[in-house]
């Protein structure tokens, strides 16, 4: 497994694989790796002749009162993960590697954007898409890998590519989750022993939904507030947002429909989770 910071080292590799006529499989990542990461390695390598994992913790996607200087980081422990999975590449750069001084030109999807987690962080998405934009330039993959649990992400890569003719498959993969529930996050390192009994209160809300669902609910109203419930009985957890929304338009929806998205967002102390689940009866 090679380990590279510069674009160069990136496009010469890429360029070899190509003229062998090798499938690249891409997992982009901000590192701090976990079993939810490692999944999406398994499909690349499953479904491609090579694996490239970049390893970037993407400063113009948070914004100035998030967490970019804390974000775990353990560069060591995800090459060894990485090697584990059989991956052939990791393309961990710096920040200037990948934002030059000048650097002015940003890829910004609408409409999709405007819901969820991009109504509560203006300007994430537009980091997003660029340096997902740019990894994509960089690394010239057949496919790219995302996880469901960033379901908002997921859908506005697949808006961008499909906007911009850009040929690269987007392949969204399965929730991993803790044994409890949790949804896999590297932002789960956050939490305190408290916290972390605390936060398993997203499953559980949304277990109740499965459940009401099960039994013929349909009302959004009565669904959510019986999720707020489940939330707001744990004090340390802080609602940010439970909402459902139609898949393709992220538009709010007052009933359940054929692929309607339920995402939730909650404070658990000062470390913002989100989850989700999707209502696909058929
Ligand atoms: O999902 C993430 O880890 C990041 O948003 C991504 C896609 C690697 C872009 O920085």
Redesign the pocket.
């Known amino acids: 497994m090679k380990v590279v910071t510069s674009i160069d080292q990136v496009r010469q590799q890429v360029k070899a694989w190509r003229q062998s006529g090798a499938s690249i499989g891409l997992v982009?990542?901000?590192g701090f790796l976990h079993e939810g990461h490692q999944s999406l390695m398994a499909a690349a390598k499953e479904q491609n002749q090579k694996v490239i994992v970049?390893i970037?913790?993407?400063p113009i996607?948070f914004a100035p009162n998030e967490d970019l200087a804390s974000y775990p980081r353990d560069l060591e422990r995800d090459k060894i993960a990485c090697q584990q999975m059989g991956v052939d590449l990791i393309f961990c750069p710096t920040a200037s590697e990948m934002y030059e001084a000048h650097f002015n030109s940003y890829v910004d999807v609408n409409g999709l954007t405007e819901a969820l987690c991009g109504k509560k962080r203006p300007g994430h998405f537009k980091?997003?898409c660029t340096?997902?934009t740019k990894?994509f330039n960089i690394t010239q993959p057949d496919r790219a890998y995302?996880?469901q649990k960033?379901a908002q992400?997921l859908a506005v890569?697949k808006r961008m590519v499909c906007d911009l003719n850009v040929d690269i498959e987007i392949i969204g993969c399965p929730i991993v989750r803790e044994a409890d529930g949790l949804a896999k996050s590297?932002r789960n390192s956050y939490l305190s022993a408290t916290e972390r009994e605390a936060a398993t209160c997203l499953y559980r809300a949304i277990q109740c939904a499965g459940e009401m669902i099960a039994q013929g609910e349909r009302s959004v109203d009565v669904i959510a507030g019986a999720m707020q419930a489940i939330i707001n009985a744990e004090p340390l957890a802080k609602i940010d947002y439970i909402e459902f929304v139609d898949m393709a338009s992220f538009n709010a929806i007052d009933s359940l429909k054929q692929d309607s998205l339920c995402a939730l967002a909650v404070y658990i102390g000062k470390t913002r989770l989100i989850d989700n689940f999707i209502y696909q009866p058929s």
Do not use: A, K
């Open positions: 982009p990542t901000m970049t970037f913790v993407n996607q980091g997003v340096v997902v990894l995302f996880g960033d992400q890569i590297s």
